[in-house]
């Protein structure tokens, strides 16, 4: 099982990047796939979540509006396009998978908690003029 994030580097305010993170060992399928992102001194907050069962989403107030997240099950792999892009957005993003299978979430089948069972490596978002 592995996840590879990647797309992150340096962008202006107002700029835009799409993030990637492909999967590979098993099928996004009855896994649901979170973005986070970590700041530096800052917790790791989830950022949006997509559901391979059903495809519903949950997303973060912050990113409201700017984020969206799809999927491309020929590719295996989950996007999280970022427009709009604030300094405040400058982070190292990461995804994680959770199979929904196995771990069922209470009540929802994409959760922006970090409870998922596996994380890829992170990739930095850097914002600035």
């Known amino acids: 099982v592995q996840l590879q994030a990647s797309g992150g580097g340096l962008v202006g305010p107002g700029g835009s990047l799409r993030l990637s993170c492909a999967a590979s060992?098993?099928?996004?399928?009855?896994?649901?796939i979170g973005w986070f992102r970590q700041a530096p001194g800052k917790e790791r907050e989830g950022v949006f979540c997509?559901?391979?069962?059903?495809?519903?989403?949950d997303f973060a107030d912050s990113v409201k509006g700017r984020f969206t997240i799809s999927r491309d099950d020929a590719k295996n792999t989950v996007y999280l396009q970022m427009n709009s892009l604030k300094p405040e957005d400058t982070a190292v993003y990461y995804c994680?998978?959770?199979?929904?299978?196995?771990?069922?979430?209470?009540?929802?089948?994409?959760?922006?908690?970090?409870?998922?069972?596996?994380w890829g490596q992170g990739t930095q978002v850097t914002v600035s003029s």
């Open positions: 994680a998978s959770r199979n929904l299978r196995l771990y069922p979430f209470f009540g929802t089948s994409c959760s922006l908690s970090d409870d998922y069972d596996f």
């Open positions: 060992g098993f099928t996004l399928d009855y896994y649901a």
């Open positions: 997509i559901s391979g069962s059903d495809g519903s989403t």
